[in-house]
C-alpha cells in the first residue's frame, strides 16, 4: 500500500548493524511495518496507536521496529512524507484544463486518482491534526502548507492559466 520503491531507499537506524543498508527481507519488514502503521492509526488514531499495535499488525518484534523507526511519530511522518512525495507526483501530471468536455473528462480523471490517493492514505489525512499539535513544529507547519499551495496553483493555474497570490501570513 506504501510504496516503498527501492531497497536502497531503507536503512536500519543507527546503532543497528555495521552496514545500514538492508537487503530483501529488510525492505519487506519496513514496508509490512509502514502498511501496519497506517491501519492502526486509521482504526485507532494519533494518539491510540502504540509501538506494540503495530509491531502487532505486522508480525514483527519491537527490536525488529526499532531497527528502521525510532517512535510511533517517526513511522507517522514518514508516511506523511510518503503522502506529500505522492500529492506532488500527482499535482505534475494535471495537465491543462479546457472549457469543455475534454477539459471536465480532464480535471474529473485528475480528481479521481486524488480521491484514489486520499483512500490510501486516508489515516494520515485525519491523524495529521493530532500528530500536528504534538510536533509543535512551524516547519512542519510552512511544508503542508507548500503542499496545499503547490496542488492548489496547479488546479488554478490547469482551469485558468493563472497562479494563486501569496498568503498573507507569509506561510506561502
Same mark, same amino acid.
Given at each position: 500500500?506504501?510504496?516503498?520503491s527501492?531497497?536502497a *531507499?531503507?536503512?536500519?537506524?543507527?546503532?543497528?548493524?555495521?552496514?545500514?543498508?538492508?537487503?530483501?527481507?529488510?525492505?519487506?519488514?519496513?514496508?509490512?511495518i509502514?502498511?501496519?502503521?497506517?491501519?492502526?492509526?486509521?482504526?485507532?488514531?494519533?494518539?491510540?496507536?502504540?509501538?506494540?499495535?503495530?509491531?502487532?499488525?505486522?508480525?514483527?518484534s519491537r527490536?525488529?521496529?526499532?531497527?528502521?523507526f525510532?517512535?510511533? *511519530?517517526?513511522v507517522?511522518?514518514?508516511?506523511?512524507?510518503?503522502?506529500? *512525495?505522492?500529492?506532488?507526483?500527482?499535482?505534475?501530471?494535471?495537465?491543462?484544463?479546457?472549457?469543455?468536455?475534454?477539459?471536465?473528462?480532464?480535471?474529473?480523471?485528475?480528481?479521481?486518482d486524488?480521491?484514489?490517493l486520499?483512500?490510501a492514505y486516508?489515516?494520515?489525512?485525519?491523524?495529521?491534526?493530532?500528530a500536528?499539535? *504534538?510536533?509543535?513544529?512551524?516547519?512542519?507547519?510552512?511544508?503542508?502548507?507548500?503542499?496545499?499551495?503547490?496542488?492548489?496553483?496547479?488546479?488554478?493555474?490547469?482551469?485558468?492559466?493563472?497562479?494563486?497570490?501569496?498568503?498573507a501570513d507569509g506561510?506561502s
Amino acid at each position: 500500500m506504501t510504496g516503498v520503491s527501492e531497497r536502497a *531507499d531503507v536503512v536500519r537506524r543507527p546503532p543497528f548493524g555495521e552496514n545500514p543498508q538492508v537487503g530483501e527481507r529488510g525492505a519487506t519488514t519496513y514496508r509490512r511495518i509502514l502498511d501496519a502503521a497506517l491501519g492502526v492509526f486509521g482504526e485507532r488514531g494519533f494518539h491510540d496507536t502504540h509501538i506494540e499495535l503495530i509491531t502487532e499488525a505486522a508480525g514483527c518484534s519491537r527490536p525488529s521496529f526499532y531497527q528502521y523507526f525510532s517512535s510511533k *511519530d517517526d513511522v507517522f511522518w514518514r508516511l506523511a512524507a510518503q503522502l506529500a *512525495d505522492a500529492m506532488g507526483k500527482l499535482t505534475a501530471t494535471l495537465r491543462p484544463v479546457t472549457p469543455d468536455a475534454e477539459g471536465v473528462a480532464t480535471l474529473s480523471a485528475w480528481y479521481d486518482d486524488l480521491v484514489d490517493l486520499y483512500a490510501a492514505y486516508a489515516p494520515v489525512f485525519v491523524a495529521f491534526p493530532a500528530a500536528m499539535r *504534538d510536533r509543535r513544529s512551524g516547519g512542519a507547519r510552512r511544508s503542508l502548507r507548500a503542499i496545499s499551495d503547490h496542488v492548489g496553483d496547479a488546479l488554478l493555474g490547469s482551469a485558468k492559466g493563472r497562479q494563486r497570490r501569496p498568503a498573507a501570513d507569509g506561510l506561502s
